[in-house]
Nanobody, 125 residues
Framework: QVQLVESGGGLVQAGGSLRLSCAAS????????MGWFRQAPGKEREFVAF????????YYADSVKGRFTISRDNAKNTVYLQMNSLKPEDTALYYC??????????????????WGQGTQVTVSS
């Protein structure tokens, strides 16, 4: 049982940066892999980034590679998503989630169990 709260979203111009945070309560994240997803209006929720419980393994959607960085601070029970060189197509509601142990590779919504309520990121042209 875990509760996740995302923060750090906002309105930025194209080319700008934001750092999203995902703070957990109810359970420590030190042994839980985490992911970031996003969902734009009228579209399916899509994978953005993954980080293993130790932070030793990360991977990203092709659309954000080289621009976004996922990280974690287990002592603070928080996961981050640093977003640079933002584009209008990055506009979406961003969610963090805990990955199910033994459920897939982490690319799919179904690989995760607990979700935050999301934080809105809007990138203007």
């Amino acid at each position: 049982q875990v509760q996740l709260v995302e923060s750090g979203g906002g309105l930025v111009q194209a080319g700008g940066s934001l750092r999203l945070s995902c703070a957990a309560s109810g359970r420590t994240l030190s042994r839980i892999s985490m992911g970031w997803f996003r969902q734009a209006p009228g579209k399916e929720r899509e994978f953005v980034a993954f980080i293993s419980w130790s932070g030793g393994s990360t991977y990203y959607a092709d659309s954000v590679k080289g621009r976004f960085t996922i990280s974690r601070d287990n002592a603070k029970n928080t996961v981050y998503l640093q977003m640079n060189s933002l584009k209008p197509e990055d506009t979406a509601l961003y969610y963090c989630a805990t990955k199910k142990s033994g459920y897939g590779l982490g690319y799919r919504v179904g690989d995760y169990d607990y979700w935050g309520q999301g934080t809105q990121v809007t990138v203007s042209s």
